[in-house]
């Protein structure tokens, strides 16, 4: 069992950056890869990006290619997404997620967080 917690959320202008972390409890953080989705209002919780465990390889939505970031620190078992440029359809709850195998499918993913909101002004 994971448990995951992610803060850094909050509301911010359009072109502004944000910071989101989600700490990694419970069974060792090593051998899982970690994502990052969104869920705006109305609309399915989507892929935003993903690091695989070990080598880091990274993977981004199109839509987020460029602005976005993630990165992992595993000895604080911790993984961070760096938002810049962000744009008033970035708005959305933000939810990390872990899992053995999945990275960029949603419903392969076994763990999950509570989220954090996210609001770009525009």
């Known amino acids: 069992q994971v448990q995951l917690g992610e803060s850094g959320g909050g509301l911010v202008q359009a072109g502004g950056s944000l910071r989101l972390s989600c700490a990694a409890s419970?069974?060792?953080?090593?051998?899982?890869?970690m994502g990052w989705f969104r869920q705006a209002p109305g609309k399915e919780r989507e892929f935003v990006a993903a690091?695989?465990?070990?080598?880091?390889?990274?993977y981004y939505a199109d839509s987020v290619k460029g602005r976005f970031t993630i990165s992992r620190d595993n000895a604080e078992r911790m993984v961070y997404l760096q938002m810049n440029s962000l744009k008033p359809e970035d708005t959305a709850v933000y939810y990390c997620?872990?899992?053995?195998?999945?990275?960029?499918?949603?419903?392969?993913?076994?763990?999950w967080g509570q989220g954090t909101q996210v609001t770009v002004s525009s």
């Open positions: 997620a872990a899992d053995s195998r999945a990275t960029t499918r949603r419903a392969e993913y076994a763990y």
């Open positions: 419970g069974r060792t953080f090593n051998n899982y890869n």
């Open positions: 690091i695989s465990w070990p080598v880091g390889r990274t």
